[in-house]
């Protein structure tokens, strides 16, 4: 991309390593005459090709974790202003311009629309696994947060699984602490799931 | 038990500004901060360090991963209440259906898209973040009392001025005027809808963003919200859908096209489907209103107030206001957020010209291309409609000739392109001595500018020649 525009100006790139840039700029020249696909939001899918995303799209970002999050923040690191001014100053005529702001956008959606999908589909539990996530609920709070976060999937029976569970919950903490914090949980036990 | 946290704060869940970390005061306030990249997952999310990309990867996900998700962690869920996320599943649900025959804000869209009326969790903690903060701050800002100071505006009383008089005084100068009064019979039936939000009937839905409601839902959701830009009702074809067998809606004396004003309104020439969107019903919530623009197709306008009071700022042709910037060609403006967000970093920069607050029975007239912005200062119903009179005509019809790419209201492209020509022979057909006069004046025009070029083209010969 760089190359492409012809400057010789320098753009800084801190904390940006080799592979990841070359990944970068891959996927800019992939991109060289044909936009991305927009992609639906919210994802109706865990597969990225089922909410708009290109095969081609869809294997890039078809990577370690670990990489993922690298090519996010590069993306980021990269002063992208300074990158566009150069190849604005460099006489991109102004129907290229527009094209490459929607690269760039288009490489944000689409790496943070890949972890979007690993999110999707998971339970509570899963996601904390999936991104080693600490759970720091007081076992009252997450009874609470749960209540309010009731899955509307319209799935019934999960509704009841996590409220009996919730009622074990309270068994629990009611044991440990006196005060009675889960007066109000099961209160909309009869509600809506749809 | 009633809810103790206040409105403002009750969906702030402990966010304060990152300046906040300079306020924190030994180590139990800092015991209280949650560590952003911890919550997000040290080794995986929280490496990313960056508040918009975790609502940017929140937005992707639909309600039930949304709802999962918020379960996570603390911090994942002080993000995960961000209510811009669950308002824009709400929104995409509703034009999925298109059609709301109940709307139960319940004070959060959070709380309105996972159906609980009492907020369970607050966590005894405090996040640092702007982005999460900004929305809020403007969401909740108050009116400030200097802004309301200033009431610089003619005024004139209905009952004691002729359409003549209005029409010399006020729409031939393009000068703006607040006329007391002149609502009183002319919007009866809006003001009932108003005034008595449950005796609205069922079958009144209005437009508000992708979908139609009852005003009175609306009205509610208008008290209850808390957000920097607050959905607006706005609807082009509210008297079809409230009107459409009664005769209530009469448009005031001013503006009316009898035989003694005769015609008020050129574009009613072009019949009532074929002109652009000219009138609205407009309600809003206090704080909310109509960010800085110029009225639509070089038109004229009148506003009435059917209930609240609206806080009117005006700024003349091709001057606007301080932080607003209209591109080029004059098809985009560039301007804050939201109109709190205005008001807060530019009101104190200029004075306007034009100032005042509009209360209900109050008419405004908004002569063409004049800047105006139009903040509620409490929960607003009001009406508004859009004209071409004489005084307007020529500008008129050289906007539509001159910026056919600028022309609004109108579905499809090629009427859009096609309005100058429709418009005219609308005239044509019905009162071609403006039309010839304009074109008359139009040739006179085009002859001084070619005589005054050949003029300029003759120095510069004469010049190089020397």
Redesign the interface.
Known sequence: MVDDSGTDEEIPLPNVKTAILSKVIDYCKYHKDSPPEE?Q????STNLVECGVSEWDNEYVNIE?EVL?EL??AA?YLDIKSLLDAWWDSGVEDGKRIHVVLVWEGN??LT??K??SM??????EE??K????????TPE??A??????????GLCVALRSISSRTEQLEVKVTTKSKAPVLD??G??GT??CG | MRDVVSKGERNLYGVKPEGHRFALDGKEDWDLVLDKG????????G??A?DE?WL??????????L????????V??VFCSADHLWKD?AL?RWRENGFLRRFDFLGSWRQT?????????R?KAIVLSDTLFRPWQYGTAEVDARWLRREEVETLDASKCTVDDFVQRFEIPNKPVLIHTALAQALAGIQELGGHPHRADDMYHFRVGPVNMRLCDFLDYAERQTEESPLYLFDCKFVERAWSTGNDFRVPELFRNTKENGERDLLAYMGHDRRPDYRWLIAGAARSGSKWHIDPNGTHAWNGVVSGCKRWLMFPPGHPPPGVTPSADGAEVTQPVSLMEWFVNFYHIEAAPVEFTARSGDLVFVPSRWWHCVLNLEACVAVTQNYIARSNLASALRFMRDTPENVSGLADHRSRAALYRDFREALRLHHPDLLDAFDDNEAKLAKDRELREEMHNDTTFSFEFF
């Open positions: 992609i939001k919210p994802l109706k974790q999050f996010i923040l980021n944000k959606d943070c629309a972890v979007a999110i999707k589909g998971k339970n509570t996601i904390r999936q991104f080693n996530i600490v759970n720091d609920f709070e997450e609470q947060v749960r209540e309010e976060n009731r899955d509307l999937g109000t949980v209160m909309q509600g809506p | 911890k919550g997000w997952g040290a080794q995986s999310l490496k990313l960056n990309l940017l990867i929140l937005s992707m996900l639909d309600v039930k991963s709802a999962r998700m918020s379960c996570v962690s603390r994942v869920f599943l995409k898209v996972l159906k609980f009326k009492k907020q369970l969790y966590p």
